[in-house]
């Protein structure tokens, strides 16, 4: 039974305000939950809120949230059965009843529905992942390890915001976690041979300067030849655009720093051609959420070889996952939990996509926290991929650290999926 809810305002790695949440039961066991943020966000996530009180964190405070969460929610969830985390979630909902959660915050609805989730799981003495999953979640996720950083995300000349590498030859998780930490060693002594920065972006991965994106994709192959691996055996790549930050109006593109212009039509070729030259499985948010008939043809042209990832297009709601397999646009879904603002919804959304043959890869924000809640989630749901950045940055390697321990814990039981994982 909830006894006590109580919020604050704490830091996340960008230095900017968030939302975290302690839960305490009438039997005394406690737990808390932080949220993370975007910076580039989609426009159908639910609604961060932030005081926009410009003589705090620039507008950012999220002492609003926080009040919300010590007030109405605490008050009327108190004395719920905290393991209901359906009911708990329906709540908050009906207290909140906007369509976006505007009123409470999705970032104060989210932190609740978590804490609750972790101090349910504490009072059963069971693992995070166990509460969620049930004894069949068993598959460690691959990495999806975003290790050169551009767009939104690092103040470089790349277009592109994540090139990332997938141990997919790996035996194990944790073999696969070393197998990138040398390849992301590898790509640093190679761009201080060449006396480029290897200062990191918001997701920990190097963000030098380069001449086109495609220089990246070039580092990261002799990255992976020198760490002593071999391409398409050891490792594939995947790359999130993020390109509804390029989007203008009516089909049209403008990458903002190449100042690239590109139609629908040129960007799915130029997508088709670069899956010809690199071993790339997997393409997030090629295209912009509006851009739907642009993700049909290119999910008609690519999708049977290459999993295509909707992440600003589908906002992990569950309704936009259902227009998108309508309208057969893309074949997989980014989780993200603060773009929706509940678990339960979280899971409703997941349970859509493993219905529809949709891959759900779960994933962080750019900003985040020392909550490890996502590795849980991966394993939970068996989602086999998980987006948590380059092995760099503390609040990227705890969620690594956490599925080290997850792995530990599962022992014979774990799976690892290697190429399997599409
Ligand atoms: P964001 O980026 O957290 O800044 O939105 C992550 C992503 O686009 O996958
Ligand atoms: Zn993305």
């Not at 529905?113 to 059963?124: F, G």
């Not at 040398?182 to 640093?188: D, I, K, P, Q, R």
């Not at 997989?332 to 996509?353: D, F, H, P, Y």
Request: hydrophobic share 40%; charged share 20%.
């Amino acid at each position: 039974q909830i006894q006590k809810i109580h919020a604050r305002e704490i830091l996340d790695s960008r230095g900017n305000p968030t939302v975290e949440t302690e839960v305490t039961l009438a039997d005394g066991t406690t737990a808390s939950a932080a949220v993370p943020s975007g910076a580039s966000t989609g426009a159908y996530e639910a609604v961060e809120l932030r005081d926009e009180d410009l003589h705090r964190y620039g507008g950012k405070g999220v002492l609003q949230a926080t009040q919300n969460v010590n007030t109405v929610i605490a008050d009327n969830l108190c004395g719920m059965d905290v393991s209901d985390i359906g009911a708990i979630d329906r709540r908050m909902l009906v207290l909140d009843a906007s369509k976006n959660k505007s009123r409470l915050g999705a970032n104060a609805i989210l932190s609740v529905s978590i804490a609750c989730a972790k101090a349910a799981a504490a009072a059963l003495g069971i693992p995070l992942f166990r509460f969620l999953g049930g004894s069949n979640a068993v598959v460690l996720p691959v990495p999806m390890m975003n290790i050169l950083n551009g767009g939104a995300h690092a103040a470089n000349t790349v277009d592109i915001q994540e090139f990332m590498i997938m141990p997919v030859g790996a035996h194990s998780f944790h073999e696969g976690l070393r197998m990138c930490a040398e390849v992301f060693h590898a790509l640093a002594a190679i761009l201080k041979k060449e006396h480029l920065s290897t200062a990191v972006g918001d997701e920990g991965g190097y963000a030098p300067n380069l001449q086109n994106d495609e220089e990246a994709l070039q580092y990261l192959s002799h990255a992976v030849e020198a760490a002593g691996y071999v391409l398409k055996k050891d490792f594939v790549f995947a790359i999130d655009a993020a390109a509804s930050e390029w989007y203008t109006s009516g089909g049209n593109y403008l990458l903002p720093k190449s100042q690239k212009a590109y139609t629908s039509k040129e960007l799915n070729a130029y997508w088709e051609g670069l899956v010809e030259r690199f071993p790339i499985a997997s393409i997030e948010d090629p295209l912009g959420e509006e851009d739907w008939s642009g993700w049909a043809e290119l999910t008609q042209a690519l999708g049977d070889r290459v999993q295509l990832v909707g992440d600003d297009l589908f906002v992990t709601n569950v309704q936009r996952l259902q227009k998108g397999i309508d309208q057969s646009c893309a074949n997989a879904v980014l989780i993200k939990c603060n773009q929706i603002g509940t678990l339960s919804e979280t899971l409703e959304t997941i349970r859509l996509a493993d219905r529809t043959g949709y891959a759900s890869i779960v994933s962080h924000r750019s900003g985040e926290t020392e909550d490890t809640t996502i590795a849980d989630l991966a394993v939970a749901v068996n989602a086999g991929q998980i987006k948590t950045g380059a092995p760099s940055r503390t609040e990227r390697i705890a969620k690594y650290n956490r599925l080290l321990r997850i792995e530990e814990l599962l022992g014979n039981n774990a799976v690892y999926l290697g190429p399997c994982c599409f």
